[in-house]
């Protein structure tokens, strides 16, 4: 079965440029979160969808949007990049909506922005 | 509030255990994830405990967890090269995302 899988694995933008980051579940899957990973940081939480509906949001500017299709895909939307936002994005799915030691996630290997 | 603490470095003989030691601020979490990190790659699970247990193994992981003091370990024994990585601890944050540490950059030298 194949894992999480994210596209692109690396991209460069200039400040002010949109970007769109995909990913695509593990099969079966029906929940989808984003995370930031900051050079030296942990990952932080950004959205997580479910069934295609927005089940939370981190505390990231409205400039972060996020989707999930019927195939339960997703899509990560930032706009007016900034400098601050060069990082790894991850993708990670789970089976169901609530994190739990059961309903662990599975991350992908990212994306790479930088932001010139 | 949140917040997960981790050292940032460790540097053992392989060979040698490796202990990765992580303290967390919300006693209301549920589950306690490790996760690994290998250069230029995704996050790893290696590992979780529930709440309500203090110990679980695994091969050759040992995760302790002292739930009084917010206090969250993973020993890995026989260190081997392979080993070496960053190791994210996390707790949930709410029902449905994890708060994670910076991270634990473990070498392993011969």
């Known amino acids: 079965d194949a894992g999480v899988t994210q596209s692109p694995t690396h991209l460069i933008k200039t400040r002010g440029q949109h970007v769109t980051l995909r990913c695509s579940p593990i099969s079966g899957h029906?929940?989808?979160?984003?995370y930031q990973q900051v050079l030296g940081q942990g990952p932080q939480f950004i959205f997580q969808y479910y069934e295609k509906e927005e089940r939370g949001r981190g505390n990231f500017p409205d400039r972060f949007s996020?989707?999930?299709f019927p195939n339960y895909s997703s899509e990560l939307n930032v706009n007016a990049l900034l400098l601050g936002d060069s990082a790894l994005y991850l993708c990670a799915s789970s089976p169901s909506a609530t994190t739990s030691g059961a309903n662990?996630?599975?991350?992908?290997?990212?994306s790479r922005l930088t932001v010139l | 509030g949140e917040d997960v603490e981790q050292s940032l470095f460790l540097s053992v003989r392989e060979g040698d255990s490796s202990v990765i030691n992580c303290t967390y601020t919300d006693s209301s979490s549920?589950?306690?994830?490790?996760?690994k990190q290998e250069p230029g790659a995704g996050l790893q699970l290696l590992t979780y405990i529930f709440s309500n247990m203090d110990m679980k193994q695994d091969q050759r992981l040992t995760v302790l967890l002292n739930k009084k003091d917010k206090h969250l370990s993973l020993?890995?024994?026989d260190t081997q090269t392979g080993d070496s990585a960053i190791y994210f601890c996390a707790e949930t944050g709410g029902y449905n995302k994890l708060i994670f540490g910076a991270g634990t950059r473990l070498a392993v030298h011969p």
């Open chain 1, 30 to 34: 029906k929940s989808v979160s984003w």
């Open chain 1, 66 to 68: 996020a989707r999930q």
């Open chain 1, 104 to 110: 662990v996630l599975t991350f992908g290997a990212g």
């Open chain 2, 30 to 35: 549920t589950y306690l994830y490790w996760y």
């Open chain 2, 75 to 77: 020993r890995i024994a």
